[in-house]
T-cell receptor
Framework: AQSVSQHNHHVILSEAASLELGCNYS??????LFWYVQYPGQHLQLLLK??????LVKGIKGFEAEFIKSKFSFNLRKPSVQWSDTAEYFC????????????FGGGTRVLVKP | GAGVSQSPSNKVTEKGKDVELRCDPI?????LYWYRQSLGQGLEFLIY????????KSGLPSDRFSAERTGGSVSTLTIQRTQQEDSAVYLC?????????????FGPGTRLTVT
């Protein structure tokens, strides 16, 4: 079965540090890729998405992600985090051949220390 | 504009009882999705409706789970004879479906606790 892997379950870092969260998926066909964020007590919201075109996509709040097709990866980055970036981050994939349902990774809890 | 709304926000029920969870999608969105978020299983797909097509039920974990969508808008997820392992946050999402692709917009979820 197709799957999405997020390598880090928990990340702790200080403000102004750089963040990179890994995401790999196991499907060789056409995919749409997403990063969603869930702030404490809030619902899931979209950070950024990749459908086609430039593999480097920019999202809200200074986040960006790079789609590397040859590595089946879609890693999330932010050069300088803030305390308000404390949240759980989910990578998700739509496999076009399987319909529009999202397959999520296990999530990464990020704690930014002030 | 208004986002996806879900009710109730919290539901506590006794094992063996039936529960109904409601989702109101964003107006005009023709695709509606149900997911659940639990500690053991993470975020997993349950079912989705797209326009007038037959729903994709491939994620429903057992025949105790069912969902319907009336009039192409509001959806109800029903869990019969609830079990403790059904305890989770049930999330609804919606999106446009013509053309696309599109992102999915999530509601706040219903936290179900089965005692």
């Amino acid at each position: 079965a197709q799957s999405v892997s997020q390598h880090n379950h928990h990340v702790i870092l200080s403000e102004a540090a750089s963040l990179e969260l890994g995401c790999n998926y196991s499907y060789g066909g056409t995919v749409n890729l997403f990063w969603y964020v869930q702030y404490p007590g809030q619902h899931l919201q979209l950070l950024l998405k990749y459908f086609s075109g430039d593999p480097l996509v920019k999202g809200i709040k200074g986040f960006e992600a790079e789609f590397i097709k040859s590595k089946f990866s879609f890693n999330l980055r932010k050069p300088s985090v803030q305390w308000s970036d404390t949240a759980e981050y989910f990578c998700a994939v739509i496999i076009k051949a399987a319909g529009n349902k999202l397959t999520f990774g296990g999530g990464t809890r990020v704690l930014v220390k002030p | 504009g208004a986002g996806v709304s879900q009710s109730p926000s919290n539901k506590v029920t006794e094992k063996g009882k039936d529960v109904e969870l409601r989702c109101d999608p964003i107006s005009g969105h023709t695709a509606l999705y149900w997911y659940r978020q639990s500690l053991g299983q993470g975020l997993e797909f349950l079912i989705y409706f797209q326009g007038n097509s037959a729903p994709d039920k491939s994620g429903l974990p057992s025949d105790r789970f069912s969902a319907e969508r009336t009039g192409g808008s509001v959806s109800t997820l029903t869990i019969q004879r609830t079990q403790q392992e059904d305890s989770a946050v049930y999330l609804c999402a919606s999106s446009p479906s013509e053309g696309g692709p599109y992102e999915q917009y999530f509601g706040p979820g219903t936290r179900l606790t089965v005692t």
